[in-house]
T-cell receptor, first 117, second 122 residues
């Protein structure tokens, strides 16, 4: 079974500053993916970044990067140069990999990020 | 590419009636579709997984006779909430997954989410 824990219900950041959202997970799977999804007020789920557990290199997508610590089962998201449009609910998620294919997503409870102008 | 639509986006119905929600992958073939439920200010909870042409797999605690799922084609899955009651009011989200090489999408497999359907049962 997999569990995902986000310990920060809410976070706030000043525009143009950097913020880090925390996520820890637990899994018995040998191979898995980790994700960060963004859910703005529209409620459309948007994939922010994805990390394959077998890769040691941290994934990056423009202003978004992760700090993946496999031994510690930690997967934090860093948002640089925060913009007003980054304000949203952020969900950390994991999924097992079976036979090379992604399994079901398991979501954390989410962190609500506010961006102050 | 990789667009998933849901219809309707918002529905209000009377208690005891049935409501059908459609989930379509518009520009790719989805071998698997997922249905989630999200209560206000909470996370997404997986309800069921459906593969095209086979019966859906329901998560523990989800009533399969109440939440009927049909995945008749590689681009369409439907969720029917039967005999809806106020406690079924929620935000329902579908996602669709494809695999590399299938028509329309390249790269690694991933889930693409629909915009959600808000169900209110009076």
């Amino acid at each position: 079974a997999q569990t995902v824990t986000q310990s920060q219900p809410e976070m706030s950041v000043q525009e143009a500053e950097t913020v880090t959202l925390s996520c820890t997970y637990d899994t018995s799977e040998s191979d898995y993916y980790l994700f960060w999804y963004k859910q703005p007020p529209s409620r459309q789920m948007i994939l922010v970044i994805r990390q394959e557990a077998y890769k040691q290199q941290n994934a990056t997508e423009n202003r978004f990067s992760v700090n993946f610590q496999k031994a510690a089962k930690s997967f934090s998201l860093k948002i640089s140069d925060s913009q007003l449009g980054d304000a949203a609910m952020y969900f950390c998620a994991s999924s097992p990999v079976y036979g090379g294919s992604q399994g079901n997503l398991i979501f954390g409870k989410g962190t609500k990020l506010s961006v102050k102008p | 590419g990789a667009v998933v639509s849901q219809h309707p986006s918002w529905v209000i119905c009377k208690s005891g009636t049935s409501v059908k929600i459609e989930c379509r992958s518009l520009d790719f073939q989805a071998t698997t579709m997922f249905w989630y439920r999200q209560f206000p200010k909470q996370s997404l909870m997986l309800m069921a997984t459906s593969n095209e042409g086979s019966k859906a797999t329901y998560e523990q605690g989800v009533e399969k006779d109440k939440f009927l799922i049909n995945h008749a084609s590689l681009t369409l899955s439907t969720l029917t909430v039967t005999s809806a009651h106020p406690e079924d009011s929620s935000f329902y989200i579908c996602s669709a997954r494809t695999f590399p090489g299938l028509a329309g999408i390249g790269g690694t497999d991933t889930q693409y989410f629909g915009p959600g359907t808000r169900l209110t049962v009076l």
